[in-house]
């Protein structure tokens, strides 16, 4: 069928159809994972790698390595599609995104008030893309590169991997050819290729794709993910001085995947009407 774009008219769609405008169901799906994967280990990842490497190399590798994840989701979401009726597959992502917005809701009820959500995340991403080593390369070698202080040129507490920012070392070439630059483009890719497997992100987005139109998913999926990579690298700078509390993070989580749940219910019950 010839598939088309556009917020009006709905003409054949490649993969489910659905009662929402296209430009509804792209809007939909730029919410939905832009708010599961803002603050996610991911998101921390291309933040930590931007600290250490070039930004623009480290936006590059980050986000090829989700933009293939949009094209893995389109496929599993297409799959479930042929293989189960869409008027199972509307009711089952609206039961997908409300047992989501349940797992935050218990997140944000068991964490605790006054954990910094910016930090957990750091230090999370950082034990999986190997970025502890950073900090004490940048201090006991300075050769290779040169630690600025967040806030303070006169201490720098070995134990605070926040207050520091790494820049490369002067005159090193940092571009996307250059070893420093293939490196950087290798553990971005790899770190947050690897990181997304089985994400909540990547399982929304297989429910989006299995019940709503290719296209407009798919494409908000890749402009979200392009935003989210953008704002990590970009944060980077003063990553430092960011604050927020886990439980602001789960409940915003948790209302916004409730809303989505009854979005969804809603396009369920009318198309069954149709």
């Excluded at 483009?185 to 794709?209: N, P, Y």
Aim: charged fraction near 15%; charge should be negative.
């Amino acid at each position: 069928a010839q598939a088309t774009f556009s917020g009006g008219s709905k003409p054949a769609m490649v993969g489910p159809t659905s009662t929402a405008s296209d430009g509804q169901v792209f809007l939909r799906s730029v919410a939905l994972v832009g708010i599961a994967e803002l603050f996610d280990k991911t998101w921390f990842m291309g933040l930590l790698l931007a600290l250490r490497y070039s930004p623009h190399v480290v936006f590059i590798g980050s986000y090829l390595a989700l933009f293939l994840h949009c094209f893995f989701a389109a496929a599993f979401g297409l799959a479930f599609a042929r293989l189960i009726p869409q008027s199972v597959l509307n009711f089952a992502a609206a039961g997908l995104f409300a047992f989501f917005a349940l797992l935050y809701a218990k997140d944000w009820y068991n964490a605790d008030p006054e954990a910094d959500a910016i930090a957990a995340g750091k230090e999370e991403a950082a034990e999986s893309c190997g970025c502890d080593e950073a900090k004490s390369e940048v201090v006991d070698n300075a050769d290779q590169e040169m630690a600025t202080v967040v806030g303070s040129t006169q201490t720098l507490d070995r134990e605070d991997t926040s207050a520091v920012v790494h820049k490369p070392a002067a005159g090193r070439d940092t571009s996307i050819c250059s070893q420093d630059g293939k490196v950087a483009l290798s553990k971005s890719f790899m770190g947050v290729f690897i990181a997304e497997w089985g994400d909540r992100t990547q399982i929304a987005m297989i429910g989006q794709h299995a019940s709503q139109p290719l296209l407009p998913v798919f494409f908000g999926g890749a402009v979200a993910f392009a935003l989210l990579t953008l704002s990590a690298v970009g944060l980077a700078s003063i990553a430092g001085s960011l604050k927020l509390t886990e439980k602001t993070v789960h409940l915003i989580g948790a209302c916004s995947f409730g809303i989505f749940a009854v979005l969804a219910l809603v396009d369920s019950l009318t198309a069954l009407q149709a």
